[in-house]
């Protein structure tokens, strides 16, 4: 009984998460037509996209390998996968014993490593260039990710989503200093794993300085969709994350559905506040040069780490 | 049926025979490729089959000990079975059996004289590092030890006709004596007053604590070499792509790892202590190792060069996670101490799979196109699927992605700094952080040096016409890669049972079992410490995965039709897009080398604005071969032609030698 | 005692007769047959005193006992195999016209002495008789470096005379002294200089005196040794020389001398009861050990090498001599016995290798395991054999050393370290191209004999892996006596 | 001090005087005559000792010496330097006057240094034992001075005459056959050195020391 209700929530987070995953992708790009005094496409542009998408042809390169056609399917598991880990709304998810945070972080790499072979499969310039350029980001940015979770792991002293969100929602209010520093990292790599300005644009096609774009640029039809759909997933879940470690109140405990609606409240309020904070930062900040972004991600790391010093110093 | 009244130990002796034997009968009729391949290489791999399972067979039972009637009159061979042993000969047998069965195809299909010598030294090879694994006195395992060296030499310069690997096998085989020499001297310390040489005695030896770490050091200098810990890392890198693939397979997946016995054994079970500060030197030295291999890695153009540097990064990680062990034992905290000693050893069978996996691959794209750089290879994909398919494994797993075995170990390894904080010594406590976060940032790199290896000579474009040509591995070879593979997934998907066997070879030297702890929930979770703690289920893990992508596939299928038309690429308005435009090797380093900068020492050759065929080198070379080997070379030549003055062909002077020598001692006399 | 005197007659009479045939064409063939019976003699000697133990001959004037005789029976089997591959090789020289006749007539009647010459310094009591049988076996050699009449040649043997000659006056004086001392205990005459008697009185012989013919016997014979900085000779006389030559000097004269030094230590010691001599062998052997390796990677002649390499290793017993104790002393007679055994056998393939390609310069030799695999496999392992490659019994002896000297002189083992890790890079670093790589040499007219390197290999691989139980006993027994 | 010790002290001191003589003397054929001088003081001195103790033996010794280093050994090498015709040539010395001065210094070293010994010595002729060693030292030091080949020679000879004085004078002598042993050495150690000269000669054609370098570290 208990394990059928568990899995109900189960599911119905996630394909909340997968569901709403486009709107807040929509909503992010409506704020920042406001902020560029555009009226922009409606918060349901997104969906329209995807829609087009799935409806045009798949037009495949010569000599594209079958990793080439699986890596979207896989890209867009990982991504709901990764929805079913993450605690949005309660933390009594049946899943997420199966994984804690060094595996979220795992997936994200299983995810992206697919999508560069995939990019240097047709073997243009523009594919091998997109993959060595993600991969260089992913690989500073997975560390720092890595660090940012550290400090609430040793706060909590558990790795699992579950007891972190649990113990930081649910006990006496106290300031981290440390948290605070991870909150900034984490915020940086946000932008950079999710490719939004200063390290990579989404609206772009300048081939010179576009990362994911060119990634996907051998994509059509149904596969871009699954990756444009993954993209967005992925924005989502690390909002998500963002507000399980460091906003957690208001969740629902294990256990208490009647709260449940009550979380759904707050986490669209969350999620609201985040994306348009996300379109501020994006309008305020410009793209910088793709070798300045080592010096970005470093700095990311650098505030982990010291997140976590300070923690070990001052035990908060 | 005397094998199965024999005990294990029986067994695993006599094993080592029947591969000497195997070897000798190599030599039988050496010009015959099929009777090596398809009698002796498949009978060596049954052997390490019979050899892994007796491995497990053994791991949990008490040890064993034989005396052999070989040896100094006074120091009889002796050999001995425990829980570290026989993990070790599990390692050994189930790495070997892929990698003879890759041998069989291997040296049957390359055309050459000589193989029937080669088949002595691989078995040779191979029974030596069984004997490492069990001796139990310091003469029996010097032996092992230095005839292991001498074996993986001789297989290594196979090719001796070719200059630089004769130079390769001569630095190899220098670093491995010199490394010797410190393991003997630090035996030499350990029998203590008692001169006795077994290692039983040195067990209950009591060492005044300068000269237990003394002992410790010496071991850690001699091993490190022979496993590539820095600075003893140059062989490597130069050995590794000299040898011929399988052999260096079985040198970078296996003899490495007798390395790492080694050292264990010294450590927690030789040597009556340990002391704090031996751990952090091993972490210290393994975390510097584990970032320097995976940059080094990044920009190698060479595919095994590229895979050996892979290899010390590892070597590093492993050694960290002995330090970390190290630690935890001296501040009696067992459990964390279990923690990473099961790490370390999961990551040395982790590492022994998967990498000579990708060793093997290697050796069918050489073997199918006769070409090492990456620079002229790509595309392969569409040539050798097999191969592709197989090493796509490895890579994973080597690249640290759930749900592979490369990730088990890096998260069991992670658990145990996650929780090392409490630690009574502060600067401990601070020197966490930084290390985790090294060794994060290694594992992550190793991620981007596995997409390039395996995209640059799997994916993309032929960057050469005569890649066309390239065949699939043989019938022999698959099974071998297929073998190793299924090892990856099988360590990946299955760890909950591998930590329990591990538990018994931890047991005895940390006295804690990480597998029964409260909360361990079941067979489907590993959860270290706690489930509410941490916990990891790789198959639920995979399931979830494996049914996602099944549940979106089926419904795009379903929902939306499934029309599909080929074109060309997308040329951005550029018509002659060709294979040359893809990023080369090189090209894909670029970036680290940008990065890391200071620690390479590269030497650039840039073209003049007039230049008719205008070309460009990078080459990024290891900045401590020329702070550190070359100087010592210098300093031994300088020294020598001081010495040499002492000859000048003079009689006189040599009478005035012996007249001197007379007065001086005549004086010393008085 | 009728096998001593068989053991000493034999090659007696074998120099007399190849005096006057020894330029036959059969002169090898009946030099084989005369060291065959010298094995064949000593064989029964070793037997013997495997049943009675120790026996003494001619009113004590000869006498065996555990350190002696498996000397003598390595010095009869390493002087047989060695003629086994005179043979041939020599064979190989006079048709190449770099000798003639009358040069093979005194080559094989000196052979003959020389090793009558060692086997009456190994086996006599009398340190008189030892001394006479040293300085014998010089001038037995002497004509056999300037065997070739080159200008080298003549060099290498004109310094070889004087400089051994010098030195081994010395050790006459010493010797002299020996005597002075020792008439005072046990009176004038013939048994006042027989070891056995010197040996049951030493502790009441005259310190002051001891010790001062102690440093004279350890100049003279030490010069033979060829520790440095009294072994100049060493190299010339042994590249110059014919390569059977330099096998024996190398395995057998050194040992002896050595012999000569260690059975000198024993009295000393016992008279002195202080470490004087134990600890001026340290240092000489340390000396020689450091020197010799740095000189190594200096070498252009494959012969040269091979003999600092003798004198590094002379250094290493000498050392392990000088710490004394049971297990460095078994360990030092072990060295001794592998170090001649594979360091003849390595002579003889580099002679073979010089002989093919017609030059001892190493950077002409090339590619031998192609050409030549039995003489390049040869060469490969014993070189690395006498590097202390295990499984090999120059390991045995040199873990056992360099584990005591750990505990005994820490001191000295970082000096050992470097110089072993010198000299593993000089050697293994310029035999390794001469066997392996690319090469284009002719065949040998008389095929070369090599079942003596891989006979002497096969002993010392199964010195390393199980030593017989009656040796390691003698060993025992001699470590026991030597102290 | 009875009259054979007196003796004895009288030649001891002859001996060290043709010690130094040599050690001074450019002409081989002069050098060659004070090594058969040499010769017959041990000779005498032999006859002496044996006659003032009775020492039987030591008249063979003092015959053999008699025979071996008066007559034969010069004759030899009186024959050789003619057959090599290098008799009339004369060494370039390097400046005498440092080289006695050294030569005084050892003698003083070998003195002291047999000092304690020969306070133990029983025999009559105590102080000896330091004459014999400067003997030997001195040999060795003409040898370390001279150039060509047969000097050198001449020198190591001297220092076995040295020997067997200190063989003779502190110990009655060596046993007999150890005696004969040395003495049949010498005989063909100089023998081997006569077929040397020629050897020699025919290779450098010249007795110059200074031809034999080649062999070296270079």
């Not at chain 4, 150039?147 to 502190?170: D, Y």
Request: glycine share 8%.
């Amino acid at each position: 009984m208990a394990y059928l209700e568990s899995f109900s929530y189960q599911l119905a987070q996630t394909l909340i998460v997968v569901v709403i995953a486009p709107l807040l992708l929509g909503w992010v790009n409506q704020c920042r037509a406001w902020l560029q005094n555009r009226s922009g496409a409606g918060v349901l542009q997104p969906y329209r996209v995807l829609a087009k998408l799935f409806q045009k042809d798949v037009v495949l390169a010569h000599g594209a390998s079958p990793l080439f056609r699986f890596s979207p399917y896989l890209q867009f598991g990982c991504m709901v996968l990764v929805a079913s880990i993450v605690p949005v709304i309660e933390t009594n998810l049946l899943f997420a014993p199966a994984a804690d945070v060094i595996a979220l972080v795992g997936i994200f790499a299983l995810a992206r490593i697919f999508s560069a072979l995939a990019a240097m499969d047709v073997g243009t310039a523009f594919g091998s260039l997109g993959a060595r350029r993600e991969m260089l980001v992913a690989s500073l940015s997975e560390p720092a990710l890595l660090m940012v979770f550290f400090t609430p792991l040793l706060i909590v002293q558990s790795s699992s989503l579950n007891t972190i969100v649990d113990t930081l929602a649910h006990r006496e209010f106290a300031l981290y200093p440390s948290l605070a520093f991870s909150a900034v990292a984490f915020t940086m790599v946000l932008l950079a794993e999710n490719a939004r300005i200063p390290i990579d644009n989404p609206a772009t096609h300048l081939e010179l300085t576009m990362i994911h774009e060119a990634l996907i640029l051998e994509y059509s039809g149904r596969h871009l969709a699954l990756i444009e759909w993954a993209t967005a997933v992925k924005l989502t879940v690390y909002c998500a994350l963002g507000i399980a470690l460091f906003a957690p109140w208001g969740m629902a405990q294990a256990g208490q559905w009647q709260l449940v609606p009550v979380a759904v409240m707050v986490l669209a309020l969350k999620l609201a506040l985040a994306g348009a904070g996300l379109a501020l930062l994006e309008t305020l900040s410009a793209k910088m040069r793709i070798f300045r972004a080592p010096e970005f991600l470093g700095m990311a790391f650098l505030l982990a780490v010291l997140g976590m010093l300070i923690y070990l110093l001052l035990g908060a | 049926m005397p094998a199965v009244t024999a005990s294990p130990l029986e067994v695993v002796l006599g094993i080592v025979l029947f591969w000497l034997a195997i070897g000798l009968a190599g030599l039988l009729r050496p010009q015959r490729p099929e009777f090596l391949g398809r009698l002796l290489y498949p009978l060596g791999a049954a052997g390490g089959i019979v050899l892994a399972v007796v491995g497990v067979a053994s791991i949990a039972l008490p040890w064993k000990a034989m005396v052999l009637p070989l040896g100094l009159p006074d120091l009889p061979f002796h050999v001995r079975l425990d829980g570290l042993s026989a993990f070790f000969l599990l390692l050994l047998g189930g790495a070997s059996a892929g990698i003879s069965c890759y041998a069989a195809g291997y040296f049957a299909d390359v055309k050459q004289s000589g193989w029937g010598l080669t088949c002595l030294q691989y078995h040779w090879f191979l029974a030596s590092m069984t004997m490492v694994l069990i001796a139990d006195d310091a003469y029996l395992f010097m032996v092992a030890w230095e005839s292991m060296a001498l074996a993986s030499y001789f297989l290594v310069t196979t090719d001796h006709k070719i200059p630089e690997i004769r130079s390769a096998g001569f630095l190899y085989l220098l670093i491995a004596h010199v490394g010797a020499i410190g393991i003997l001297l630090c035996f030499g310390v350990m029998r203590g007053e008692g001169g006795e040489y077994t290692f039983d005695f040195m067990r209950r030896a009591d060492l005044p604590l300068f000269w237990g770490s003394v002992a410790y050091l010496l071991a850690l200098f001699g091993f490190g070499a022979k496993a590539g810990l820095l600075p003893m890392h140059v062989w490597l890198p130069e050995a590794h792509p000299a040898a011929p693939s399988p052999v260096s397979a079985l040198m970078s997946g296996v003899m490495l790892k007798t390395a790492i016995y080694g050292l264990l054994r010294v450590t927690f079970d030789l040597l009556p202590f340990q002391i704090w500060w031996w751990g952090v030197i091993a972490l210290a030295f393994g975390l510097i190792t584990a970032l320097f291999g995976v940059m080094f890695a990044a920009v190698q153009t060479d595919m095994k060069r590229l895979l050996a540097y892979s290899s010390i990064e590892n070597i590093g990680i492993i050694v960290a996670g002995v330090g970390l062990a190290i630690i935890f034992h001296v501040y009696d905290n067992p459990r964390l101490a279990a923690l990473a000693f099961v790490a370390t050893l999961y990551h040395c069978i982790n590492h022994a799979c998967f990498k000579s996996l990708l060793f093997l691959s290697t050796g069918s794209v050489l073997h199918a196109t006769r070409e090492r750089n990456l620079g002229r290879l790509g595309g392969l994909i569409r040539n050798m699927p097999w191969v592709a398919a197989l090493s796509l494994v490895g890579t994973l797993a080597i690249a640290g992605v759930p749900p592979l075995n490369g990730f088990v170990s890096e998260w069991l390894l992670l658990q145990a700094f996650l929780f090392s904080p409490g630690l009574p010594n502060p600067y401990l406590n601070m020197l966490v952080p930084v290390s985790t976060a090294a060794l994060v940032l290694a594992a992550a790199l190793s991620g981007y040096v596995m997409v390039k290896f395996y995209g640059v000579i799997f994916l993309g474009l032929r960057r050469e016409e005569r890649l066309i040509e390239a065949h699939d591995a043989g019938r022999w070879e698959r099974a071998g890669l297929a073998w190793l593979a299924v090892g990856c997934v099988a360590l990946g998907i299955f760890p909950v049972a591998i930590i329990h066997m591990l538990d018994a070879v931890t047991l005895p030297f940390v006295n804690y079992a990480i597998g029964e702890n409260p909360g361990a929930a079941g067979w489907l979770l590993i959860a270290p410490i706690a489930a509410e703690r941490a916990s990891y289920g790789p198959l639920l893990f995979l399931m979830g995965v494996v049914g996602a992508v099944l549940l979106t596939f089926l419904t795009v299928r379903w929902v939306y039709h499934g029309r599909l038309r080929r074109s060309d690429p997308w040329d951005c308005g550029f018509p002659e897009q060709n294979a040359r435009m893809q990023d080369t090797a090189e090209g894909f380093g670029q970036p680290i080398k940008q990065i890391f900068e200071p620690f390479f020492r590269i030497r650039r050759h840039l073209p003049s604005p007039f230049d008719a065929k205008p070309s460009y080198s990078a080459i990024a070379e290891d900045r401590l071969w020329y702070w550190l080997y070359v100087p010592v070379a210098r300093a031994n030549e300088k020294m020598a032609s001081v010495i040499g003055m002492l000859q000048r062909g003079r009689i006189h002077v040599y009478l005035l030698y012996s007249f001197a020598t007379l007065i001086v001692l005549l004086m010393f006399v008085r | 005692m009728n096998e001593i005197a068989l053991v000493l007659v034999a090659p007696l009479v074998g120099g007399l007769v190849l005096a006057f045939s020894g330029g036959w064409t059969r002169a090898a063939l009946i030099n084989v047959l005369f060291s065959l019976l010298t094995f064949v003699f000593s064989a029964l000697l070793t037997a013997r005193v495997i049943e009675e133990g120790p026996i003494t001959g001619f009113d004590a004037l000869f006498f065996v006992d555990p350190f002696n005789v498996f000397l003598v029976a390595l010095t009869a089997f390493v002087a047989f195999t060695t003629a086994l591959f005179s043979r041939p090789y020599m064979l190989n020289e006079q048709q190449r016209g770099k000798l003639t006749a009358r040069m093979m007539r005194l080559y094989h009647s000196m052979y003959q002495m020389f090793v009558f010459t060692m086997l009456l310094a190994l086996l006599t009591n009398n340190m008189g008789v030892l001394w006479v049988a040293m300085e014998a076996a010089t001038l037995t050699t002497v004509l056999l470096v300037s065997l070739y009449r080159t200008p080298a040649s003549i060099e290498a043997a004109w310094k070889y005379f004087i400089l051994c000659g010098v030195g081994i006056a010395q050790a006459l004086f010493g010797t002299i002294l020996l005597y002075f001392a020792a008439e005072k205990v046990l009176g004038a005459g013939g048994t006042a200089l027989l070891w056995t008697q010197l040996n049951a009185v030493k502790g009441s012989l005259e310190p002051t005196v001891l010790s001062l013919a102690f440093v004279f016997l350890l100049v003279g014979y030490g010069t033979k040794v060829g520790l440095v900085p009294l072994h100049n000779w060493l190299p010339d006389a042994h590249a110059e020389g014919p390569t059977p030559i330099s096998a024996v000097l190398s395995g057998l004269l050194l040992n002896v001398a050595l012999y000569a030094v260690v059975r000198c230590k024993v009295l000393v010691d016992g008279a002195l009861g202080t470490r004087f001599a134990g600890d001026l062998m340290i240092g000489f052997g340390l000396l020689s050990v450091i020197v010799a390796a740095f000189f190594l990677s200096r070498q252009k002649d494959v012969k040269r090498l091979f003999a600092y390499s003798s004198i590094e290793h002379m250094g290493l017993m000498t050392f392990a001599f000088g710490m004394g104790g049971p297990v460095a002393t078994f360990a030092a007679l072990l060295h001794m016995t592998v170090h001649s055994l594979t360091k003849s056998a390595i002579f003889f393939a580099v002679g073979h290798a010089a002989q093919k390609s017609g030059t001892q310069m190493m950077d002409q030799i090339r590619g031998l395991v192609i050409t030549n695999p039995t003489i390049g496999w040869g060469l490969m392992l014993g070189s690395l054999a006498i590097l202390g490659m295990p499984p090999f019994g120059v390991f045995a002896s040199e873990f056992l050393i360099l584990s005591t000297a750990m505990r005994e002189v820490p001191w000295a083992t970082p000096i050992l370290l470097l110089a072993l890790g010198v000299a593993f890079a000089a050697i293994f670093g310029k035999v390794q191209p001469m066997v392996f790589g690319e090469t284009s040499l002719p065949r040998l007219p008389h095929p070369p004999a090599l079942m003596p390197v891989f006979v002497h290999l096969g002993l010392v691989l199964m010195l390393g892996l199980f030593i017989p139980p009656y040796l390691a006993e003698w060993y025992r027994q001699a470590a026991a006596l030597i102290g | 001090m009875p009259i054979s010790a007196q003796l004895i002290n009288l030649m001891a001191a002859l001996l060290l005087l043709i010690a130094f003589a040599m050690l001074s003397q450019r002409r081989i054929r002069s050098l060659i005559y004070l090594f058969g001088w040499q010769g017959a003081v041990l000779a005498a001195n032999c006859v002496i000792v044996a006659w003032s103790t009775g020492q039987g033996h030591l008249y063979y010794s003092a015959a053999l010496t008699l025979v071996l280093k008066v007559i034969v050994l010069p004759l030899i090498l009186l024959y050789l330097i003619r057959r090599l015709n290098v008799q009339w040539d004369v060494e370039t010395l390097i400046n005498i006057p440092t080289t006695m001065l050294f030569g005084i210094v050892l003698v003083v070293f070998a003195f002291n240094l047999s000092l304690p010994i020969s306070q133990l010595a029983g025999t009559i002729t105590r102080s000896t034992l330091g004459i014999a060693m400067a003997i030997v030292l001195l040999s060795f030091l003409m040898m370390l001075t001279r150039r060509k080949a047969v000097p050198q020679v001449i020198g190591f000879l001297a220092m076995e005459n040295g020997l067997f004085f200190a063989a003779t004078s502190t110990t009655y002598g060596m046993p007999m056959v150890v005696e004969l042993g040395i003495a049949l050495d010498v005989l063909i150690g100089v023998l081997i050195l006569g077929i040397f000269f020629f050897q020699v000669r025919g290779a450098f054609d010249s007795l110059d020391l200074r031809h034999m370098e080649k062999l070296k570290e270079d």
